[in-house]
Each structure stands twice: as C-alpha cells, then as structure tokens.
C-alpha cells in the first residue's frame, strides 16, 4: 500500500499546487529544514483550514523521500458543512482511502487510535498528525492532544513541526527542524510540542 498513495500522492502534488496557488498567496519558509528530516517521520502542524493536508503536501519537494504523507481522518462527528456533505454522498470516505486517510477511531481510546499509524511509522513511513483535533479559526493555538507525543514516545520517530497562518489569501507556510522528543511524560511531551509550533508561528508575521 505505502508504494500506491506514494504514486497517488505524486500524482496529485501538482495538481494541488495548482489549485492552491489559483486561489491563494503561498509562501513556504524553512523548506531546507525538510532535507534533515528522515523516514520514520511525524509531521506536527496546527490546524487553519481544510486544505491543510495539501497545503502540508505541497510544502514538501515533488518525489519526496518522506511521501506518502498518511494522516488520520475523521468519520464520525463534524464541524464542518462540507465535510457533511461529502460524507453523505459517500464521497469523503473514498477521498481519504483514496489519498492515505485511515480512521481517527475517536471515542475507543487512545490505544486504538494509535494502532494504525505506529504500525505505518513501524513500516518506516510518514504520519501528518494535527494535535489540535480540530480546526482552530482565530491565531492562537488550541489545547493539544496526547496522540501525537505517544506516537513519537512508542515510536521513537523524530517530529518535523510546521505552523501555518493565513490571512485574507495569503497563507504562510514555516517549517522547523526534525526533532527527537526528550520527554519523561505524555504531558510534558506535548508541551514540548505546541511550544515548537507557537514559536514557528510567533516567527510569522502576516
């Protein structure tokens, strides 16, 4: 499977940067930090909008040796009336198997919404996690979950943090250096984590 969302996602990479420079101002800072970064990889990002997961992709250099990108995908609950949609018509299931989506499991505990991606990160593969859960409108960060530092404690992947602003079509992309999480507890693992992408994103000026 890994070799499948790989040609897919090559596939789509110019297509999505099509699109997203068709509608928005894209500038992407600290791209030279993606050359450091190695498979088994999680790619940490806060979360602005629902192009994030290509915004992420197209960040990255065409062919890249850390894709494909996989990513956990809600499939219960919704914030969003487009993503409702797609879901009753049957689309957004498709869309994710289709782009390397796999189940968020949210609600059946933390264990098993772990069990996937590790098992992919295992495999020397990459995972795109958004500890935030959710999508965050305004410029501040939300409260973080856990999933992203247990993934990383168990895995001993190292974490490429990125932040992402954007601002009336103008989207800034800041990547920071790979990282190995040095962390005694899931809590102070997760702080470690959100304060890399608060600094990324206090570094941003729009």
């Known amino acids: 499977m890994k070799h499948f ?19 928005y101002t894209v500038e992407i800072r600290g791209r030279e930090n993606i050359k450091l970064a190695k498979s088994p990889l999680i790619i940490a990002s806060n979360h602005k909008t629902l192009l994030d997961g290509f915004l992420v992709m197209i960040s990255l250099p065409w062919f890249s040796g850390i ?7 809600e499939e219960i609950e919704f914030n969003s009336s487009v993503l409702w949609l797609l879901n009753k018509f049957g689309l957004l299931h498709f869309f994710y198997r289709l782009t390397g989506g796999f189940p968020s499991k949210r609600g059946e505990g933390i264990e098993n ?3 996937i ?3 992919i990160l295992q495999n020397n593969g990459t995972i795109l996690m958004f500890p935030e859960g959710q999508l965050v409108k305004n410029d501040s960060l939300g409260i973080f979950y856990h999933g992203t ?11 490429l943090p990125i932040a992402i602003r954007n601002k009336k ?3 800034i992309i800041s990547i920071d250096k790979p990282f190995k999480l040095n962390a005694d507890r899931t809590e102070q693992g997760t702080t470690i984590i959100r304060e890399k992408i608060q600094k990324l994103i206090n570094k941003i000026e729009l």
């Open 5 to 23: 969302y790989w040609l897919i996602q090559n596939i789509l990479w110019p297509f999505m940067w099509i699109f997203v420079h068709t509608f």
């Open 67 to 73: 894709l494909p990108g996989r990513y956990m995908a």
């Open 113 to 115: 919404a772990m069990k």
């Open 117 to 119: 991606p590790l098992e």
């Open 149 to 159: 530092t247990v993934l990383a404690m168990e895995s001993n992947a190292s974490i």
């Open 169 to 171: 079509r103008h989207i």
